[in-house]
């Protein structure tokens, strides 16, 4: 990657595997990985027991220093579904490359069934991922360079897609 202050930022609805894609793509890449939820986790508990405890208003908090942490170790930083709707995390991206990991909702049903994932403590689970999605796709399309879908195929082809694009933007930036 061309600048250690520039992050590889993946965003993305819950379930589209932002996590599993970033990890790939930073070792293809040989860079550092930061997942703002496990930073979040690690620091402060389990998601759901913040949630339970403090309320959303506090999880974005702490979700947007962890952003910012993200952001300022540069490498490949994954996202929280939710981090975007922070207008401070949406100018910081505009610094760095933003991927939009998408993912089909009948393909995300299975992915959140059985989820302990706060906001999706619904009695259709599925309904309300589409629903959080749906508020939240203009802000994802806006932020986004790129698209990618995670919906069929091995992840590792969207990794090696990912990589690519990466490559190619540096080849463009050396030119």
């Known amino acids: 990657m061309t600048s ?3 992050a590889l930022v993946l965003i993305g609805p819950m379930g589209a595997g932002k996590t599993s894609v970033g990890k790939r793509v930073a070792r293809a890449l040989g860079v550092p990985f930061f997942d703002t939820d496990a930073a979040v986790s690690r620091e402060h508990g389990p ?8 309320g ?3 999880f974005r908090e702490l979700e947007r220093a962890a952003v910012a942490e993200g952001l ?3 490498g490949v930083v994954a996202l929280g ?3 975007i709707l922070d207008a401070g995390t949406r100018t910081d991206l505009a610094a760095h ?3 939009l990991l998408t993912v089909a909702p009948r393909v995300v049903a299975a992915r959140v069934h059985d989820s302990n994932r706060p906001l999706l403590q619904d009695a259709d689970p599925a309904a309300r991922w589409s629903a ?4 939240r796709r203009p802000l994802y399309e806006q932020l986004a360079d790129v698209t990618f879908d995670t919906s069929t195929g091995p992840l590792q082809h969207v990794v090696d897609d990912i990589v690519a694009w990466v490559h190619d933007r540096e080849n463009e930036g050396a030119s």
């Open 72 to 74: 300022a170790t540069g």
């Open 56 to 58: 959303e208003a506090r």
């Open 47 to 54: 998601i759901e027991r913040i949630f339970t405890e403090h």
């Open 81 to 83: 579904g939710g981090a």
């Open 4 to 6: 250690p202050s520039s």
């Open 132 to 135: 959080i999605y749906e508020q």
């Open 97 to 99: 490359r933003v991927v």
